[in-house]
């Protein structure tokens, strides 16, 4: 297994945080933060995971400006990277961050509900 696809990934990972923080502009760009990256071993194509902190349809809003920002964000990272070809970019929504949201907060009905039945 070769490792230069994960550091890749890690790279892609940092640059597109940091688009998204400093250069990305768009109103539809919630609060979204980058959760992973997939590098084909080709380098060739990458899938860049992402979550959004508030309601089904920020996260919808937000993947379709994502979409929109795709070739900018592919010639900047290009330009940042030095790759020879700059990789094929998608974006794909990352619901791991709002089912463990979920989780805490079942889990603490259930203590509450478990303490008032100690009364």
């Known amino acids: 297994m070769p490792y230069r696809p994960e550091r890749l990934a890690e790279i892609i990972k940092k640059e597109v945080s940091d688009m998204l923080r400093d250069e990305l502009k768009d109103?539809?760009?919630?609060?979204?933060?980058?959760?992973?990256v997939e590098v084909s071993t080709d380098l060739r194509y990458a899938r860049i995971f992402f979550s959004v902190l508030g309601s089904e349809e920020d996260a919808r809003a937000s993947l379709e400006a994502l979409n929109h920002a795709r070739g900018y964000v592919r010639s900047e990272l290009?330009?940042?990277?030095?790759?020879?070809y700059a990789p094929e970019i998608s974006f794909k929504l990352d619901p791991s961050i709002q089912r463990g949201i979920r989780v805490m907060e079942l889990l603490n009905d259930v203590k509450e509900r478990g303490a008032a039945g100690d009364d």
């Open 78 to 84: 290009g330009r940042r990277i030095r790759l020879r």
């Open 27 to 36: 109103p539809r760009i919630g609060f979204v933060t980058i959760t992973g």
